[in-house]
């Protein structure tokens, strides 16, 4: 369940509130080794290694703290850049259950953001974060500071990221945000920000969960558990231990469960689509069939049993509705696996310790019959059945429209994620210093089945070996040899060494200046085999991506307190990868107090991401996107079948000359503590990438392709076959070949506001609110040929990942009152709506029928050709019985708000809401119980 995460602000000071918090996550031993970019102090919330006795200068670094986005250590959480932190109670208090919920729910989380629900996409299985809408490909996942592998499937076959579904939640001390350009200190990748999972340093007890949870209306019944177990006194046995385990299975939701219109493909009692056409005569295993002669008309191949019969102008057929029949809004997963972290003191001033994990998560999303009729990559649309073929019943050969019914279809995901890290962190001389090995694996099984074989298909409609008209006398065999299956397995490695330091030097008006240090070796490697090989397949993309590389950097930062009001922080890294040249990214902060009640902030950085392994490699992408021909083209051919909405495919090459996209960022930002109850900051982002790596630009190809004229450079249009009613007119495009490139630019802006207010009226009684929020102004890109598109607001860019568009603002609202041993969380959660256009697919909203979705008529559908807001209210609460067990409960999307009416999204099992956006919405209301028991 998809959630904008109500997240404590870091204000000037740790204030008391968020200070209570944060000692709620300790365990009785806090001592931890230091990380790359991560470590921190005993005196801090994560602990460190233990320091010399407390004396001169090393009495302030008791009181210091790093942050992410900074390596070095400081005694003021709140930095020039602006970070979230989300601790373990607060994750708690949401009610969500995993740790990719809790991360999309951040408000910064926005275009191209990857939902689980998104089960028929390239990463179906998988889930990613991208902040300010930068895509997954812009905003970097870490554990502890140290880099993770990507999922080994890319996002539309282009766009590497981290799954966060492979992140265990059980040991998570808490997540760190930095909403701000980072590549300064962590190369590539963190152009629109980081997220920081920082695990637990150490554990001693027992501590074990378990929960179950229901929606109102039906599926997705969910169970999970989790044990906590370690031993071990770092400071008096010199070690500690502690082993992580969780399991959860989810149930899936089908649209059969849910009411309209979240459970059907007939909308024409909205004036929307109905149920005919090419869909309805496919007809199940009813299908439809006709004389292969002028003027014959279609009639079912056998009696209805889908529905009633449907007769319009081509015919009459069986109704056919897919969606509700077949269609599933959440997919059945069941993720788990096994952490652990053994820590030694190897002196008074050298600690080591072996953190390793192992994460499985498994995606089941079996899909709707396929169809005897595609475009691609054989086109199938004039298929007919010889005469003697005993599904014939004329006395010419017949067409036929078809779904094999009796042939199960769809996906089975299994990833795996093993990683295993070393760190060894001390002191010498005035040095703090880190060395840290991390070897991370992993590998995805993907077993395709249902598809149907061309070669196959062929031989059954000549031999007459598959039955059409009666389905039930097919043999297992003949089933099989139409659709064998396949399976692959998709791997990635991230393998690095990485080295750091830092130290404090002289003395300035405001403090000591610091100084830190790093370098880092890296290997990356990639192999996604091809999953439809040879285009054996109908119907079925194909992606296949082989790279690998190796990369060395080295950063420096120093941190300037100037004066007591004014701090200065400057930082740089140099990057050398083998498959993409070098890159230097600079960054400068400055902090500013007039008052201690006040801060001032502000960065500027340059970024930058290499090309992945499937822009830049051995690798091709083949998707496709629902198209309709322009109605000049349409006329031609007599508005028949051949031109209703079909799969335009497009087939992407890599270029191995793109070049790496570059960024420059700059923030602005006040923080506000004018009490010790309200911290209140607002930060203004903006961000403009150059050498935008996308596809080429599709439209210019098919405009010149219908005038008859030279084709655009950079994209072939591939003819279809011939309109059987309509031979000699001009075929419709069946795909469209071109290759990556640099565009000229991306340009986003927004703002961020965060606002926490605490009142502590007894000793038992407290109340916490928090307001959290983003707001974006602006979200253009800058093509090629120097046209520019807009998508702030909109359902665009549409042809990106799960097509969820830009909504213009998310914002959440959490309202915490604790009693004695009760805890009750209130969260309202918001997402503005959006117009139902999209500027990549030429669908701009000006005049009628330029809406995504349209009525048969052509006109806008909806009317207002726009998508409305979501907002739902979460009631979550926790009871301790006593200092040993509590029982915890929450009703998620306590009044059963519905998700908004979105027919153009496509993610949703065609089922009309968005679930990147609304998926709480189409789950309904949902109950959880649990219970927590410590030992």
Same mark, same amino acid.
Not at 45 to 66: C, E, S, W, Y
Not at 406 to 432: C, E, K, L, M, T
């Given at each position: 369940m998809k959630r904008t995460l109500v997240i404590s602000l870091a204000g000037l000071a740790l204030s008391p509130i968020a200070a209570a918090l944060a000692q709620s996550t300790q365990t009785s031993d806090t001592q931890q080794t230091q990380?790359?970019?991560?470590?921190?102090?005993?005196?801090?919330?994560?602990?460190?290694?233990?320091?010399?006795?407390?004396?001169?200068?090393?009495?302030?670094?008791?009181?210091?703290?790093?942050?992410? $986005? /900074?390596?070095?250590?400081?005694?003021?959480?709140?930095? &020039? /850049?602006?970070?979230?932190?989300?601790?373990?109670?607060?994750?708690?208090?949401?009610?969500?259950?995993t740790l990719s919920d809790v991360v999309r729910a951040v408000s910064a989380d926005n275009s191209g953001s990857i939902p689980n629900a998104f089960a028929n996409g390239f990463a179906a299985g998988a889930s990613g974060v991208a902040l300010r809408g930068l895509t997954v490909n812009s905003t970097l996942v870490l554990i502890d500071g140290h880099r993770v592998t990507n999922y080994p499937v890319a996002d539309d076959?282009?766009?590497?990221?981290?799954?966060?579904?492979?992140?265990?939640?059980?040991?998570?001390?808490?997540?760190?945000?930095?909403?701000?350009?980072?590549? /300064?200190?962590?190369?590539?990748?963190a152009i629109a920000g980081v997220v920081n999972v920082i695990m637990r340093p150490s554990f001693k007890g027992i501590e074990a969960?378990?929960?179950?949870?229901?929606?109102?209306?039906?599926?997705?019944?969910?169970?999970?558990?989790?044990?906590?177990?370690?031993?071990?006194?770092?400071?008096?046995?010199? @070690?500690?231990?502690?082993?992580?385990?969780?399991?959860?299975?989810? #149930?899936?939701? *089908?649209?059969?469960?849910?009411?309209?219109?979240?459970?059907?493909?007939?909308?024409?009692?909205?004036?929307?689509?109905?149920?005919?056409?090419?869909?309805?005569?496919?007809?199940?295993?009813?299908?439809?069939?006709?004389?292969?002669?002028?003027?014959?008309?279609?009639?079912?191949?056998?009696?209805?049993?889908?529905?009633? *019969?449907?007769?319009?102008?081509?015919?009459?057929?069986?109704?056919?509705?897919?969606?509700?029949?077949?269609?599933?809004?959440?997919?059945?997963?069941?993720?788990?696996?096994? /952490?652990?972290?053994?820590?030694?003191?190897? $002196?008074?001033?050298?600690?080591?310790?072996?953190?390793?994990? @192992? *994460?499985?998560?498994?995606?089941?999303?079996? $899909?709707?019959?396929?169809?005897?009729?595609?475009?691609?990559p054989h086109n199938t649309g004039s298929i007919t059945l010889p005469v003697g073929n005993p599904s014939n019943p004329f006395a010419v050969p017949a067409r036929?429209?078809?779904?094999?019914?009796?042939?199960?279809?769809?996906?089975? @995901?299994?990833?795996?994620?093993?990683?295993?890290?070393?760190?060894?962190?001390?002191?010498?001389?005035?040095?703090?210093?880190?060395?840290?090995?991390?070897?991370?694996?992993?590998?995805?099984?993907?077993?395709?089945?249902?598809?149907?074989?061309?070669?196959?298909?062929?031989?059954?409609?000549?031999?007459?070996?598959?039955?059409?008209?009666?389905?039930?006398?097919?043999?297992?065999?003949?089933?099989?040899?139409?659709?064998?299956? @396949?399976?692959?397995?998709?791997?990635?490695? *991230?393998?690095?060494l990485d080295l750091s330091a830092n130290r404090s030097l002289w003395d300035l008006s405001g403090g000591a200046v610091g100084l830190a240090l790093g370098a880092q070796l890296r290997h990356e490697a990639q192999n996604d085999p091809t999953l439809n090989p040879n285009f054996q397949f109908q119907g079925l993309g194909n992606a296949q991506t082989k790279g690998s590389r190796d990369v060395s950097g080295a950063f420096a930062e120093i941190d300037l307190p100037l004066l007591q009001s004014l701090e200065v922080d400057a930082s740089g890294r140099f990057d050398h990868y083998t498959d993409a040249g070098n890159n230097f990214s600079p960054k400068i902060g400055i902090k500013y107090k007039p008052f201690d009640w006040i801060a001032?902030?502000?960065?500027?950085?340059?970024?930058?991401?290499?090309?992945?392994?499937?822009?830049?490699?051995? &690798?091709?992408?083949?998707?496709?996107?629902?198209?309709?021909?322009?109605?000049?083209?349409?006329?031609?051919?007599?508005?028949?079948?051949?031109?209703?909405?079909?799969?335009?495919?497009?087939?992407?090459?890599?270029?191995?000359?793109?070049?790496?996209?570059?960024?420059?960022?700059?923030?602005?930002?006040?923080?506000?503590?004018?009490?010790?109850?309200? #911290?209140?900051?607002?930060?203004?982002?903006?961000?403009?990438?150059?050498?935008?790596?996308?596809?080429?630009?599709?439209?210019?190809?098919?405009?010149?392709?219908?005038? $008859?004229?030279?084709?655009?450079?950079?994209?072939t249009v591939i003819p279809d076959l011939p309109d059987p009613d309509h031979p000699n007119a001009q075929p419709r495009p069946s795909e469209l070949i071109g290759s990556y490139l640099n565009a000229q630019s991306l340009k986003t802006t927004g703002v961020d506001v965060d606002l926490q207010a605490h009142f502590d009226f007894s000793d038992k009684l407290h109340y916490i609110s928090e307001l959290t929020g983003t707001q974006i102004f602006q979200w253009k890109i800058r093509l090629p040929d120097g046209t520019s598109q807009s998508y702030v607001g909109t359902q665009g860019p549409y042809n990106l990942s799960s097509g969820a568009g830009t909504p213009r603002s998310r914002a959440s609202w959490a309202n915490t009152l604790e009693y004695g041993p009760l805890t009750v969380t209130g969260t309202l959660y918001y997402t503005s709506g959006y117009k139902d256009i999209a500027a990549d697919v030429g669908v701009l909203g000006l005049f009628d029928g330029d809406c995504l979705s349209t009525t048969p008529a052509g006109t806008n559908f909806p009317a207002s050709c726009h998508v409305g807001a979501f907002y739902d209210f979460d009631l979550t609460g926790s009871y301790a019985i006593n200092d040993r067990v509590s029982i915890t409960g929450s009703i998620m999307n306590a009044f059963d708000k519905k998700p908004p009416f979105d027919p153009s999204n496509y993610a949703g099992a065609g089922s009309n809401y968005n679930p990147t956006w609304s998926q709480a919405g189409v789950v309904g209301r949902f109950y959880n119980l649990g219970v927590k028991v410590k030992i």
């Open positions: 990380t790359p970019q991560t470590q921190t102090t005993p005196q801090t919330p994560t602990g460190t290694q233990n320091p010399p006795a407390p004396t001169g200068r090393n009495v302030q670094q008791l009181q210091t703290i790093t942050v992410t $986005g /900074s390596a070095i250590p400081r005694i003021d959480q709140e930095t &020039s /850049s602006p970070v979230t932190t989300i601790t373990a109670v607060q994750i708690q208090r949401s009610g969500l259950t076959g282009e766009r590497s990221f981290v799954d966060l579904n492979t992140i265990p939640l059980a040991a998570v001390e808490r997540i760190e945000v930095l909403k701000d350009g980072a590549s /300064s200190l962590y190369g590539a990748d969960t378990g929960s179950v949870g229901t929606s109102q209306h039906g599926g997705g019944f969910t169970r999970k558990v989790t044990l906590l177990a370690g031993g071990g006194d770092l400071e008096k046995d010199r @070690y500690n231990g502690y082993l992580s385990v969780q399991y959860q299975k989810d #149930n899936p939701i *089908m649209t059969k469960q849910r009411g309209f219109p979240f459970n059907t493909g007939d909308l024409s009692s909205l004036g929307g689509p109905g149920l005919g056409g090419p869909s309805a005569r496919n007809g199940g295993t009813n299908g439809a069939i006709r004389p292969d002669t002028p003027g014959s008309l279609w009639q079912p191949l056998s009696a209805c049993t889908s529905g009633p *019969m449907i007769t319009d102008d081509t015919g009459s057929y069986c109704r056919y509705d897919s969606v509700n029949r077949y269609g599933q809004l959440q997919p059945a997963m069941e993720q788990g696996g096994v /952490s652990g972290r053994f820590t030694i003191k190897l $002196g008074d001033t050298t600690t080591a310790y072996l953190d390793a994990s @192992y *994460m499985e998560a498994k995606t089941w999303a079996p $899909g709707p019959p396929r169809p005897i009729q595609n475009s691609t036929i429209s078809y779904n094999f019914g009796d042939i199960p279809d769809g996906f089975n @995901y299994n990833n795996h994620n093993a990683r295993i890290v070393g760190s060894v962190s001390g002191q010498w001389a005035d040095w703090n210093w880190n060395a840290a090995l991390v070897l991370n694996h992993a590998w995805l099984s993907t077993t395709q089945f249902g598809f149907i074989d061309y070669q196959g298909l062929l031989g059954a409609v000549a031999n007459g070996t598959y039955n059409f008209a009666n389905p039930s006398a097919n043999s297992a065999a003949v089933r099989a040899s139409l659709a064998p299956g @396949y399976n692959k397995t998709s791997t990635t490695d *991230m393998d690095s001032l902030r502000g960065t500027w950085s340059r970024g930058f991401r290499a090309p992945a392994f499937a822009e830049n490699g051995s &690798s091709s992408t083949q998707g496709f996107i629902t198209y309709t021909p322009p109605p000049a083209f349409q006329a031609l051919h007599g508005n028949n079948a051949y031109v209703l909405p079909y799969g335009l495919s497009e087939f992407t090459l890599a270029n191995k000359n793109i070049k790496p996209e570059k960024s420059k960022s700059f923030t602005l930002g006040v923080v506000v503590q004018p009490t010790n109850w309200l #911290n209140v900051s607002l930060d203004y982002y903006n961000i403009k990438k150059s050498n935008l790596i996308v596809q080429a630009d599709t439209s210019a190809a098919l405009a010149n392709y219908y005038a $008859g004229t030279a084709q655009a450079p950079g994209v």
